[in-house]
């Protein structure tokens, strides 16, 4: 790990708009604490309707936030859908993009996911782009292969002077308490910056899938990984803080 640790927070949807406001209500002087003290940089991503109380909470913070996904549309009618314009309006500075949940449940592919990139790089917004492979994937043995096609997609979206913010989330890591052996990480990450390097192009790696108080440790021997996209387990402060002491411990 060459910078800071970039830990971002996937509220996904586990938090209510009403936990949401009773979070950072309680907790953001201890985040901003925690982000001063500690050495990382923490992205707080709520779900859509909340980003407005983590603007509210936190903008005047050492803690960003960030949305969780946004439209492949810069404007017009699409229904339900929200623009990289309005998340760079209401302060947000990252978006996730193709998760691996929306990659399964709303059918997103490489196509789609390469012209959000396009619309959150056009309004200066630092998109963190998830990729892996889903379990299928990886009992086949495919998991350089899907890799490989998903950086290819998105890599001509940016230009060489602009750093990737990539997610590993292998599909079955994630939720499951299980996580990949931390040499085999290792080795997908550096795979990873390779492919991208080779193209002209830099990356910090992040990894997600069940990262938790239990796993820190084994992953914060990946020495390649530049930060942790951490889902359920950030939803409660005092799991997050914990996880962010052990991984100012062990790193
Ligand atoms: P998890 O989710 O930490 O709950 O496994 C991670 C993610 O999907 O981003």
């Known amino acids: 790990m060459t910078h ?3 830990i971002i927070a996937n509220w996904k949807m586990y938090l209510p708009y009403n936990n949401v406001y009773t979070y950072l209500k309680t907790h953001t002087q201890e985040l901003d604490q925690l982000v001063q003290a500690s050495n990382i940089q923490l992205v707080i991503c709520p779900s859509a309707e909340s980003v407005s109380l983590a603007h509210k909470y936190l903008q005047a913070t050492h803690v960003k936030y960030g949305a969780q996904n946004c439209s492949e549309f810069s404007i017009g009618p699409y229904t339900g859908e929200i623009s990289a314009r309005s998340l760079r ?4 500075n990252y978006c996730l993009v193709g998760h691996h949940e929306r990659r399964t449940f709303a059918h997103e592919n490489n196509a789609i996911i390469a012209k959000k990139i396009t619309q959150l790089l056009k309004e200066n917004l630092i998109p963190i782009v998830c990729i892996g492979e889903t379990e299928y ?3 086949q043995s495919k998991t350089l292969d899907v890799i490989s096609e998903q950086l290819t997609a998105i890599m001509p979206n940016y230009d060489t002077t602009q750093t990737m913010i990539i997610a590993y989330e292998p599909g079955w890591a994630i939720g499951t308490g299980i996580i990949p052996q931390a040499i085999e ?4 990450i550096n795979f990873i910056k390779i492919n991208v390097k080779n193209s002209g192009h830099q990356a910090h790696v992040l ?3 069940s990262v938790n108080e239990n796993t820190i440790q084994s992953l914060s021997r990946v020495s390649s990984c530049d930060g942790y996209l951490i889902g359920s387990a950030s939803t409660d402060f005092k799991k997050l803080k914990n996880i962010v002491s052990l991984l100012c411990k062990y790193v």
């Open 4 to 6: 800071k640790p970039l």
């Open 89 to 92: 309006q209401i302060g947000c």
């Open 137 to 139: 994937d990886y009992k």
């Open 185 to 188: 990480l290792e080795s997908i």
């Open 207 to 209: 990894y997600g899938g």
